[in-house]
């Protein structure tokens, strides 16, 4: 029975001060890191309870481990040393919780037109919410979380009572309940249509975020705001043209648009998450095998933390620049500011799809990406000179019909004589492959038609003649950002 007993005293003041660290440090951290990668309440709920599984075991072993120490030794400062010792740790586990409590909650979180979400409310916040026409105050607070809540919940009933502000107790334990009863008791208050409660926990986190979260999807004419403390850290955390992501640059291509590489963890929780940077748009491929597990993970973020993914691809496996045209279309309808992303930053030289996307908005023309042209012909390399126009050696049959028009080429234009040897060739040529050729050897004949549309490959024997003329007029490739490759690449 003495056995027993050291046992279960270890027990309680080993498990209690264990049990504090885990949930104020690697608890903290772990739902924390679940939330911002978009997991699912359940999933949040699961692993919470795995970690408080092995908590009970390893806190029942070391206590088991202890109480054999203190019942075998035959050392008096061992046998009340290690009881005392335990005891101490136990009780500034109790002050740990009251100094977090002191220093991370803030009064408020969120407020709304009938629900203000927090802390623990003292006294004197008790009167003063009172005097501003609160109805009463709901405590989320559970008797079982001993020993501080048990207390908290009676000094709060008597502080409410002599406030004269109503206290509703709905207890409610994170992670390891589903709380249902708890949820139907805010549905009933939320249902009432009338009064204004300021609700909270204990430190206005886990617990609030719930019933938060379960108010708006009962009334999504609740009005929940953050309070403006967090709207000044939001307000932080709007993107600036020229800041550096881990995978490129941000640049602001105009109209409320800026145009990013596919953000990180830590970005989406600094930039995306809080909403204050607009509408996500991906031009990822989902038929892409390389580019569907990005879009599956983005969206799960995204749709875990109340969040929809626009999902419109610029596919460069054939590459058509119309698409990037009907794209920028789409997007400049939707309201709002708005983020664009494919992988990389437009300014790394190895994003085809975010130059396209640039030089589609900018131009109005279907564009050729430059870093599509990368690889070289069999003659020399191609270069792209202005949105809608490449430039290169003579074309071999292969790239006719397979290597340019899978880059987006949709007509050739020789500039030379037609009469021309190559020229004639090169007509029968794509006659046969059904390419789009023509000649054409006067520079105003030649602007305006690349005005008209294309996109267009230029070759020829003019073309050395021409080429400055076709730069001046259209070009550059991309428009000018204040992010290039120097500062873009990844």
Known sequence: ?????????????????????????????????????????????????????????????????????????????????????????????????????????????????????????????LSALAAEGYSGVISLLHPAVVPFETRLIGEERRAAESAGIEFLHVPMLPWVSDNAGALAQIEEIVNRG????????????????????????????????????????EEDRRMRDGMLWERGAVAFVGEDIFVTPNPVENEYVSYILPGANGEVISLLDPSNEDDRPWIEKERGILEGNGLQLTLLPIPIQPYEGQRALDVVEQVRKMEGPKIVHAFLSVGSGRSPVSEAFVQALHSGLPPLPPSLFSESMAGGRADVIAPNVAVGPRPRPGEFAYYLPRRGVRAFVYLGDAEDEAAVADRMLCEAEGCNWRTISEPSALLELLASGGPWYLYGPKLSAFQPLIAEAMGPAIPPLPLRADLGSP
Request: proline content about 4%; charged content about 20%.
């Open 194 to 233: 009338e009064g204004r409660y300021y609700v909270h926990c204990f430190l206005g986190k886990d617990r609030v975020r719930i019933v938060k979260n379960w108010v708006e999807e009962l009334d999504p004419e609740a009005g929940i705001q953050s309070t403006p403390e967090l709207a000044s850290h």
């Open 1 to 125: 029975m003495k056995r027993f007993t050291i046992f279960a005293a270890f027990l309680a003041t080993v498990g209690f001060t264990l049990g504090t660290f885990t949930l104020l440090g690697p608890v903290r951290w772990m739902t924390d890191s679940v939330r911002a990668k978009g997991w699912p309440k359940e999933s949040e709920d699961l692993l919470v309870r795995g970690v408080i599984i092995v908590l009970m075991i390893c806190s029942a072993l070391l206590a088991a481990w202890l109480s054999g120490i203190v019942t075998r030794t035959p050392v008096r400062a061992v046998r009340f040393g290690l009881p005392s010792l335990a005891v101490l740790l136990a009780a500034s586990s109790v002050w740990l919780w009251f100094s977090s409590a002191r220093v991370d909650a803030t009064e408020e979180s969120y407020v709304g037109s009938r629900f203000t979400f927090g802390s623990y409310p003292s006294g004197e916040r």
